[in-house]
């Protein structure tokens, strides 16, 4: 769990330096205003809202499986299922 977790830790710092941008247009036709006012709701999302929230995800879902190694580092194969509802239980449901 601890390798896992610092490969997420890695992953969240690396989605967290991705940055898009519009791309730019070069004429003034309504069409290709719409598919520009289009490029930046996309270039919004993605950098103010989808990338801050995935790399969240992952620094977060790596904390919490080094908090699950450390208390269950000397634990023994009976403790498993407690394990997994700690993890569970501070992840939230994924399939939501």
Same mark, same amino acid.
């Given at each position: +769990?601890? &390798?896992?977790?610092?490969?997420? %830790? &890695? ?8 940055? *898009?941008? !519009? ?8 069409? =290709?205003?719409?598919?520009?006012? +289009?490029?930046? #709701?996309?270039?919004?999302?993605? $950098?103010? &809202?989808? #990338? !801050?929230? *995935?790399?969240?995800? =992952?620094?977060?879902?790596?904390? #919490?499986?080094? /908090?699950?190694?450390?208390? *269950?580092? $000397?634990?023994?194969? &009976?403790?498993?299922?407690? +394990?997994?509802? +700690? *993890?569970? /239980? %501070?992840?939230? $449901?994924?399939?939501?």
């Amino acid at each position: +769990m601890r &390798t896992v977790a610092g490969h997420l %830790a &890695t992953l969240g710092a690396e989605v967290t330096g991705l940055k *898009f941008g !519009p791309m730019m247009m070069g004429t003034d036709s309504a069409a =290709l205003q719409s598919v520009g006012a +289009m490029q930046h #709701i996309q270039y919004d999302v993605l $950098n103010t &809202t989808l #990338i !801050p929230s *995935f790399s969240e995800r =992952l620094s977060e879902t790596g904390e #919490i499986m080094v /908090n699950c190694a450390d208390k *269950f580092k $000397n634990a023994d194969d &009976t403790k498993t299922l407690d +394990m997994v509802t +700690m *993890f569970t /239980n %501070a992840t939230g $449901n994924w399939g939501e």
